[in-house]
């Protein structure tokens, strides 16, 4: 089942996106635009949420569902289910 996930530009624009509910690494690089060999930075996490950036340089953020622990039955992410102010403010919450 996909969940959705927010992307946030620096001018606090957000737009959502589709992913499969455990997206792999290269889904969510794909999401916020690069390309195979780029990686990312988790900045931070916060209820129930976390908040990525490409390592090249981008600036856009996505806030997605936190990751499953290992031991979970399901390996799945949740949407983002905060409205897109929230999810705009906690974006700008980390550098």
């Known amino acids: ?17 589709t992913l499969s509910d ?7 690089i794909d999401a916020l635009g690069g390309k195979v060999g780029d990686d990312y930075d988790m900045l931070g996490q916060a209820n129930g949420y976390e908040v990525l950036r490409l390592k090249n340089g981008s600036t856009d953020k996505i806030v997605i569902g936190d990751p499953p622990q290992n031991s979970a039955p399901i390996k799945q992410r949740a ?3 905060i409205s897109d102010t929230n999810a705009a403010n906690l974006a700008k919450s980390f550098p």
């Open 79 to 81: 949407s983002c289910t």
């Open 1 to 17: 089942m996909p969940i959705i996930a927010k992307i946030v530009s620096t001018t606090g624009a957000v737009r959502h996106v």
């Open 22 to 28: 455990d997206p792999s690494d290269q889904e969510i």
